[in-house]
């Protein structure tokens, strides 16, 4: 079983950055750690994920502007935001699967998930 506790969201103005944490326990596991969205209405989407070696990917629609990062001696993933824009707005869930690598960008490929934390860009 792992819990993941998210942090860091809020609300900035457009073009504004924020940094998500997202801290799994218990901690010494192999984990692929990623990050969703979900906006009122839509389905939920992947943004990014970081395998237990460090290598990231990322959704087109972030990249560039975006970067996951981690420390894996505490199984925490961070998400750093720049250049945030209105469509950026949504719940983001951080989610995790046990393992060395990611392999899937499905949400149901994803065993452990985060309660969320919104980030609200606005002016």
């Known amino acids: 079983q792992v819990e993941l506790v998210e942090s860091g969201g809020g609300w900035v103005q457009p073009g504004g950055s924020l940094r998500l944490s997202c801290a799994a326990s218990?901690?010494?596991?192999?984990?692929?750690m990623a990050w969703f969205r979900q906006a009122p209405g839509k389905e939920r989407e992947w943004v990014a994920y970081i395998n237990s070696y460090g290598r990231t990917d990322y959704a087109d629609f972030v990249k560039g502007r975006f970067t996951i990062y981690g420390d894996n001696d505490k199984n925490t993933a961070f998400l750093q935001m720049h250049s945030l824009s209105f469509e950026d707005t949504a719940t983001y869930f951080c989610?995790?699967?046990?393992?060395?690598?990611?392999?899937?960008?499905?949400?149901?490929?994803?065993?452990?998930w985060g309660q969320g934390t919104q980030v609200t860009v606005s002016s």
């Open positions: 989610a995790a699967e046990p393992g060395t690598g990611c392999y899937s960008w499905d949400p149901a490929e994803f065993d452990y």
């Open positions: 218990p901690t010494g596991r192999d984990l692929c």
